[in-house]
């Protein structure tokens, strides 16, 4: 199975900072990789698919990059409502389809 | 406007069984696969078990193999999860999701994104 590394676990972050978390796979999944947002007691939201591509209607200071096997959430400039639990998921093979075990993004 | 909507969850003793449904609308359900994907208290996003826009190319993960079975019924729009011999440890909140993107082939599946999600149904497994 492939298994997918996120870092930080956690971060504090103030209104405005730019945000980075990052992906890492555990061997070549081209740009099968997907983000999610979960906000406490939600259900998680697609926020990004094949690695760059934003869903419809998340807004542009979210983005996606990818070099080899490693993956890049950005959020340049965190506003209130981006406080949440951020997920990664490969979709490069399965079954399983795995997720990271989450990054939760914090007030300073 | 597209609607996912899960129900059945509740308590159970350990050994018990349960299931579980989702109900779709506002798409062609018979044209997407559908996931079933949980979330134990506190814990992380932990994928159980797919089934394709046809009802074949079923799959489910290794901790409930065996024990748990993914079905559709297309003429009702409803996704189920059949939960047989529950463990505590089977304890979540249940989400089911649409399969968006991707393809099945020779057993495998290959670049989907789980889209949308419906609001979970919460599954205690406990004496």
């Known amino acids: 199975d492939i298994q997918m590394t996120q870092s930080p676990s956690s971060l504090s972050a103030s209104v405005g900072d730019r945000v980075t978390i990052t992906c890492r796979a555990s061997?070549?999944?081209?740009?099968?990789l997907n983000w999610y947002q979960q906000k406490p007691g939600k259900a998680p939201k697609l926020l990004i698919y094949?690695?760059?591509s934003l869903q419809s209607g998340v807004p542009s200071r979210f983005s996606g990059s990818e070099s080899g096997t490693d993956f890049t959430l950005t959020i340049t400039s965190l506003q209130p409502e981006d406080f949440a639990t951020y997920y990664c998921?490969?979709?490069?093979?399965?079954?399983?389809?795995?997720f990271g075990q989450g990054t939760k993004v914090e007030i300073k | 406007q597209v609607q996912l909507v899960e129900s059945g969850g509740g308590v159970v003793q350990p050994g018990g069984s349960l299931r579980l449904s989702c109900a779709v609308s506002?798409?062609?359900?018979?044209?997407?696969?559908m996931h079933w994907v949980r979330q134990a208290p506190g814990k992380g996003l932990e994928w159980v078990a797919f089934?394709?826009?046809?009802?074949?190319?079923?799959y489910h993960a290794d901790s409930v193999k065996g024990r748990f079975t993914i079905s559709r019924d297309t003429p009702r729009n409803t996704l189920y999860l059949q939960m047989n011999s529950l463990r505590a440890e089977d304890t979540a909140v249940y989400y089911c999701?649409?399969?968006?993107?991707?393809?099945?082939?020779?057993?495998?599946?290959?670049?989907?994104?789980?889209?949308?999600w419906g609001q979970g149904t919460l599954v205690t497994v406990s004496s």
């Open positions: 998921q490969q979709t490069y093979s399965a079954p399983p389809w795995t």
């Open positions: 999701a649409r399969s968006t993107g991707g393809y099945c082939s020779g057993g495998h599946c290959y670049r989907d994104w789980f889209d949308p």
């Open positions: 089934i394709g826009h046809d009802g074949n190319n079923g």
């Open positions: 061997q070549s999944i081209s740009n099968y």
């Open positions: 094949t690695a760059s």
């Open positions: 506002g798409f062609p359900f018979n044209s997407y696969g």
